[in-house]
């Protein structure tokens, strides 16, 4: 018996080699969505011979620029950070992509992300049976939660305290959406 040595990647849990040959195949852009616990970072990835170029990033970060005061880790920072990226990707001069997750399995905050990214005119292959409802984005859920637990004082404010601390109203979570999308709309990526 002899020992083969696996791909360090492989033995780290690092990379999936059938998936990245079957991206690196097609030859397009990729995009690629890392969740952590508290942020969300998205790219737009050119395979190359020497090594991946990343032609735009947009992170959970960027969306305290658009007055966005929620959380930077649920649904809606998702899609936001999704349209953050489309808007880049438009400004670059570049129109389609595909997904790659890696090791990563395909979670409804991705598809989120890539609502956002197909929202804002990037053209993706991807099925709307697959993608989640626009209450969910858009933080119409919050906003029931928060409308049904008002009578209850002690749970709605142990509920939405880090959105009271933020100074938004959970009831108009949906409003407070919407006006960062127009911001991040009209803010010109150059």
């Not at 696996?6 to 080699?17: E, P």
């Not at 950070?81 to 990707?89: A, E, P, R, S, T």
């Not at 906003?143 to 938004?168: G, M, T, V």
């Amino acid at each position: 018996m002899s020992y083969v040595k696996t791909l360090k990647r492989i033995r780290n849990n690092k990379t999936n080699y059938r998936k990245r040959k079957a991206v690196l195949i097609s030859k397009r852009d990729f995009i690629t969505v890392k969740l952590s616990n508290q942020n969300i970072h998205c790219q737009l990835i050119k395979p190359s011979i020497k090594g991946d170029l990343v032609l735009a990033h947009a992170s959970s970060k960027e969306l305290e620029k658009h007055s966005w005061k929620g959380s930077t880790n649920n649904m809606s920072a998702c899609y936001l950070v999704g349209y953050i990226l489309g808007k880049k990707i438009l400004s670059k001069k570049l129109d389609s992509a595909i997904l790659y997750t890696g090791k990563t399995s395909f979670t409804s905050k991705v598809a989120s992300c890539l609502k956002g990214i197909a929202a804002a005119g990037v053209n993706i292959p991807l099925s709307e049976d697959s993608l989640p409802d626009e209450n969910r984005v858009n933080g119409g859920h919050i906003s029931q939660i928060a409308s049904s637990l008002k009578n209850d004082h002690d749970k709605y404010e142990k509920r939405f305290s880090k959105l009271i601390e933020n100074q938004i109203d959970p009831e108009q979570y949906s409003k407070h959406f919407d006006e960062v999308k127009n911001n991040i709309t009209n803010f010109n990526f150059v």
